[in-house]
């Protein structure tokens, strides 16, 4: 469960960084291809970590499963 919270987390923070960081380039110098290119790199990279880091949970857990049947 706190896997699948942590990646729910993640997600947030990128879809946050998505349109969050555009406005905020826009704000700053008033480039929004700027800003929405950071928000795309950043929400691109938090999400791919979150799924690495939950398929290899996943992965860790079906081994163990595995483990012990086998052995048994």
Same mark, same amino acid.
Request: hydrophobic share 45%; aromatic share 12%; net charge positive.
């Given at each position: &469960?706190?896997?699948?919270? &942590?990646? !729910?987390l993640c !997600? /947030?923070? #990128?879809?946050?960084?998505? %349109?969050?960081?555009? $406005?905020?380039q826009?704000?700053?110098? #008033?480039? $929004? !291809?700027? #800003?929405?290119?950071?928000g795309?790199?950043? %929400?691109?990279?938090s +999400? !791919? &970590?979150?799924a690495?880091?939950?398929t290899?949970? $996943? $992965?860790q857990? /079906?081994?163990v499963?595995?483990?012990? %049947?086998?052995? +048994?």
């Amino acid at each position: &469960m706190h896997d699948v919270l &942590m990646f !729910a987390l993640c !997600a /947030v923070q #990128g879809v946050r960084d998505l %349109f969050w960081l555009p $406005i905020e380039q826009y704000q700053k110098d #008033g480039r $929004i !291809a700027k #800003g929405l290119q950071r928000g795309v790199n950043s %929400f691109s990279a938090s +999400t !791919a &970590m979150a799924a690495l880091e939950l398929t290899n949970k $996943i $992965i860790q857990t /079906v081994q163990v499963n595995f483990k012990s %049947f086998y052995c +048994t």
